[in-house]
């Protein structure tokens, strides 16, 4: 399952695996073996890919299906606009 999210957050935020392994400092067919299975990243580097793809280690891998949106250094009236986008578009999907 991890493998799945590695290469899903890394196509959605149009990354390609060379450039995941150089901002971890590994090599790419260490990333290409993390997306096919074939090996699971360590504790150290779930971490370093949860920071690379703003999101949560649990979300990585799969405790937690929700995503998490950063919205620090936004203004309160930013942060309420957002909050007005997602009950809108939670309330169009009913």
């Known amino acids: 399952m991890i493998a799945d999210k590695i290469k899903e957050l890394r196509e959605a935020n149009s990354m390609t695996q060379n450039e995941v392994a150089k ?19 360590s504790t150290m580097y779930i971490v370093e890919l949860a920071h690379l793809f703003s999101v949560s280690a649990d979300y990585l891998l799969g405790l937690d299906s929700r995503t ?27």
Do not use: C, F
């Not at 901002?23 to 990243?41: D, F, K, Q, Y």
């Not at 998490?68 to 606009?81: A, P, Q, R, T």
């Open 68 to 94: 998490v949106l950063d919205i620090s250094g936004l203004d309160d009236d930013s942060v309420k606009i957002l909050n007005d986008m997602v009950r809108y578009m939670r309330e169009r999907q009913r």
């Open 23 to 41: 901002r971890l400092s590994i090599t790419r067919s260490s990333v290409n073996a993390w997306e096919m299975g074939l090996s699971i990243p």
